[in-house]
C-alpha cells in the first residue's frame, strides 16, 4: 500500500471508500435520450434578451443571499400558497442533502425512508449525512405498497420520508389517497417530502395542501421544465421548517447567472408551459407507438420519460448505443425493474429515431 493509499484508507470513510461516484455518460454525438431533459430551445428573440440580461450581471459580487426577487417569483408564478415562502437550491440534490443533513439526529438512531426503486439521490443523501436509508420495494405493478409502507414507519420511525409524485424510474402517480394517509401516520413523527420534478408533465400537486400538513415538504426544481442547465431547485413548507433547514443552507448557493436566468424564464413561463404541453402530447404518440413493436411492454407515465419492459434490456440498450441512440438500462436497478429501460420523451423527429432504432434492435 502506497503511502497516499494508507492517507486516504486512514481519512476517508469506508462506505465512501466502497462506493462508485455517480456516473454520467458522455453523450457527444448520441441522440440524448436518458435524463429527462426538454429538447426544445428558447426562442431566437428570448435567447438574444437574455444575452442582454446576463452580461449585465455583476460577477464580481456575490449574489443576494435572501435571494428575494427570484423567490417572489417563483411563489407567485408556480402556485406556492400565500404565507409560504421557499429555500433555493443547486438543483433537487442540494435540497435533498440539505434536508438529509438537518435531520440526521447525533444522538439518536436517524432513518430516511423511501419506495424503491426511486430517485438514487434519496439513498447516497442519506448515506452521506450519516442518516439510516429504508427502503420499501413497490409492488410487482410498480404501484405504491401503502401497507408495506405504514408497517416500515411503525417500525422505523423515520425523520424523512420522501415520495416521487410522480416517481422515477416508473413514470407513475402513486395514490394521492395512500400518499395523504402516510402523511398522516407520520403526523408527530417525521417529515413527508413530495417530490415533484415532474410537476408540468404531471399536473397534478400537492403544493396547494401544505396548509392540511404540517409535516408536509413540497420539493420541485425547473430542471424537467427546461432549465436544466441552471441546476435550480425549490421547496415549500411551514415557515418555522424553513427556517430551519434554512440555516443547512450554504451561503450563496445559487449563483449570479443562474439567478437571472431563473427570472427571466419565470418572466416567459408561458413559453416554457407551451413546450411542456408539446411534450406531453408527444409522450402519449411516443407511448403508443412503443406499445405497438413486438416484445415491448408501455407503463403508464405521467412524466417527461416511459419505462418500457423489452426481452433482453442489456442486448437492446447496446444495440441502441450502436444506432447513437443514449437512454437508460435500469433493469438492474431493482428486480422489479427486471429488463426495463427509461426513454425521454423529445421531439417528433428525436422520437421517431427512437423508435425505428429500437425497432432494429429488437430484430436484431
Not at 459580487?61 to 406556492?80: D, E, M, N
Amino acid at each position: 500500500m502506497s503511502s497516499l493509499d494508507d492517507l486516504i484508507s486512514k481519512t476517508i470513510r469506508s462506505d465512501v471508500r466502497a462506493i462508485g461516484s455517480y456516473h454520467v455518460p458522455d453523450a457527444s454525438g448520441f441522440i440524448k435520450l436518458d435524463a429527462m431533459e426538454n429538447p426544445y430551445e428558447l426562442p431566437q428573440h428570448l435567447h438574444h434578451e437574455l444575452s442582454r440580461r446576463l452580461a449585465d450581471v455583476a460577477l464580481n459580487r456575490y449574489p443576494v443571499a435572501s435571494y428575494a426577487t427570484l423567490k417572489q417569483r417563483l411563489c407567485a408564478k408556480l402556485g406556492v400558497p400565500a404565507g409560504y415562502d421557499v429555500i433555493l437550491g443547486n438543483g433537487s440534490d442540494e435540497l435533498i442533502s440539505i434536508m438529509a443533513t438537518a435531520c440526521a439526529n447525533q444522538e439518536k438512531r436517524a432513518v430516511l425512508l423511501a419506495p424503491v426503486p426511486g430517485f438514487v439521490m434519496f439513498q447516497r443523501s442519506a448515506q452521506f449525512a450519516g442518516m439510516e436509508f429504508v427502503g420499501v420495494p413497490l409492488r410487482a405493478d410498480l404501484t405504491l405498497d401503502k401497507d408495506a409502507m405504514l408497517a416500515a414507519i411503525a417500525e422505523h420511525r423515520p425523520a424523512l420520508t420522501f415520495l416521487a409524485y410522480p416517481n422515477n424510474p416508473t413514470g407513475n402517480l402513486y395514490d394521492a389517497d395512500e400518499m395523504v394517509e402516510i402523511i398522516r401516520a407520520l403526523d408527530g413523527v417525521g417529515l413527508v417530502v413530495v417530490d415533484e420534478a415532474y410537476e408540468p408533465f404531471a399536473r397534478q400537486s400537492f403544493m396547494g395542501r401544505l396548509p392540511e400538513f404540517p409535516n408536509l415538504i413540497v420539493m420541485r426544481t425547473l430542471s424537467k421544465l427546461g432549465l436544466a442547465g441552471i441546476r435550480l431547485g425549490y421547496m415549500s413548507a411551514a415557515p418555522a421548517l424553513l427556517t430551519e433547514f434554512d440555516k443547512v443552507r450554504p451561503p450563496y448557493n445559487i449563483n449570479v447567472l443562474s439567478q437571472t436566468a431563473a427570472e427571466f424564464a419565470l418572466d416567459h413561463i408561458e413559453v416554457l408551459d407551451e413546450q411542456a404541453a408539446l411534450l406531453r402530447e408527444q409522450r402519449g404518440l411516443l407511448a403508443e407507438a412503443l406499445a405497438a413493436l413486438p416484445g415491448v411492454a408501455v407503463f403508464p407515465s405521467a412524466a417527461n420519460f416511459i419505462l418500457i419492459r423489452v426481452p433482453n434490456s442489456d442486448d437492446a440498450y447496446a444495440k441502441l448505443l450502436t444506432h447513437k441512440v443514449l437512454i437508460k438500462n435500469v433493469g438492474r436497478m431493482h428486480t422489479v425493474l427486471s429488463n426495463c429501460l427509461r426513454v425521454t420523451v423529445s421531439t417528433p423527429d428525436e422520437n421517431a429515431a427512437l423508435l425505428g432504432a429500437l425497432k432494429a434492435s429488437l430484430a436484431d
